[in-house]
C-alpha cells in the first residue's frame, strides 16, 4: 500500500490539475479508492487559486512606496488640511429598482389586530453603472452611464469634467 500512495502521490506532483478518475485509472484501482487515498491518506484537497486584479511588478510596488511615503511627508506637513484636498471615487452595479426588506416593514401589532402581508418582490433584473465621488465632507458627485453603453475614455472624462465643476462649485 504504502508503493501505491506514493505513485499517486508522484502524479498529483507531476500534475496538479490531475483528476480522481485519472489517479484511478493510472493505479488500477476505483473512484473511491482513489478519493479516499488523495482525501484521507495524503490530505491533498483541490482548491481554485486566488485571483488578483493585476500582477505587482517590483517597479510598481516602488512607485506605491514613494507615493505612499509622499503622501506621509505630505501629512506631516500640512495636517488635517492635505485630507481636506482628497478627493475619491468608486464605480459599482446597482439595480433599477431595491425592495424593501421584510424587516423595513415591522410594526407593533396588538393580539387581536389582523396579520400584515407583505409579498416578496425581487429586485429588478436590469442594471446601470453608478460612479460615486466623495471628499471628506460627503458626496460631491453621482453619475450613472446610459444603459446599453460602454464606459469608454471620453464617456470618463465627460464624467471628471462634471467632477471638476462640482468641486469648483464646492
Known sequence: MPATLQSVEDIIQADR?????????????????AYNMMHEWLGFHKVCSHWLPRQLTPQ??????GLSLQHLQRYQDEGD????CIVTGDESWVHHYEPKKKRASMQWKHPTSP?????????????VMLTVFWDCQGILLTEFQQRDH???SASYCTILTKLHAAIRQK
Do not use: E, W, Y
Open 60 to 65: 510598481h510596488k516602488s512607485q506605491i512606496m
Open 150 to 152: 460602454t464606459v469608454t
Open 115 to 127: 396579520a400584515q402581508k407583505k409579498f416578496k418582490v425581487t429586485p429588478s433584473a436590469r442594471k
Open 81 to 84: 488640511n492635505m485630507l481636506s
Open 17 to 33: 490539475r490531475v483528476t480522481i478518475d485519472a489517479v484511478a485509472t493510472a493505479i488500477g484501482c476505483s473512484h473511491g479508492q
